[in-house]
């Protein structure tokens, strides 16, 4: 999943789709086609799994969001079937974008290992859930993703051994994350970039970041924090940055308010790519495209600092 400048940009459409193919399917296109996306996500549930018998049929915490009577049943109308993913990840081939998802449950675990993608996620709701990261780690030999949103220093050292003890951990991608949506500038926590690189650079794969905040400054700045970090520790290549994203961001639906409307993502993927051309050191003093302009306006007889050279010269 190696992007030509190092970083790869996930379009998260989550559940953005409203349950319907034709609009998820469109998502992929203008992701792939005009936004210059790498990797087009969604997520899997097994809600009779996932969800207890009295919170699946109770409403929605939020009714404005709801697409049914009750939490269940709003979730299940968001829900695409393995064979739909089948068909989103043919659909991802077919517009040369990668297709990923991320499993919340064992059911959803074993429905997406089978399609072998080339990357799962683990949302940070699952992070804790080492049955399915145990059957991830097990049937699955691609990228696994790990998102840190919600999660204690002490959980956060659990995961990362639990990969090292099953001999996945180098195959591992852990996110910084805040959980929220939208997330303030003041809790996003970009450092958090940076202390992953630092404290587990060495052992794991790679670094990413999973945005939820507004706009793509933050996102441009974790670019840059990313590849410093990466220089200053000597370890942690920074990889992958995950936004959610929508066609609209007034539809009906908890993540529609953190997304990214297309012009916003193409934006973001072409600002990563000139930022990350930009981290880099001189290679020499002088660089090419600064000889004429040293000629021009630093070594000319009549210039300052030609005049302030004599002078130098005439002292020594
Ligand atoms: C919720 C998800 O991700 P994160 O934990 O990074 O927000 C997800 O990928 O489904």
Known sequence: MKSDCGISVIAEVGCNHKGDMEIACRMIEIAARECGADVVKFQKRDNKTLLSESVYNSPHPVPKNSYGRTYGEH?????????????????CRRHGIEYSTSVWDLVSASEIVALKPAMIKVPSATNQNFDVQEFVCREFDGEIHVSTGMTTRVELDALISFYEGLGRAKDLVVYACTSGYPVPPEDVCLLEINHLQERYGDRVGAIGFSGHHLGIAIDVAATALGAAGAERYGQGRFSYIERHFTLDRAWKGTDHSASLEPQE??????????????????????????VPQRHKLKWREGTQAFQSKKLLNKVS
């Open 75 to 91: 979730r299940e109308f968001l829900e695409f079937s393995a064979g739909q993913h089948r068909e989103l990840q043919e659909e």
């Open 265 to 290: 993502l193409r934006q973001l993927c072409s600002d990563i790519k000139t930022v990350a051309s930009a981290l880099t050191y001189k290679p020499m003093d002088i660089l090419d495209i600064e």
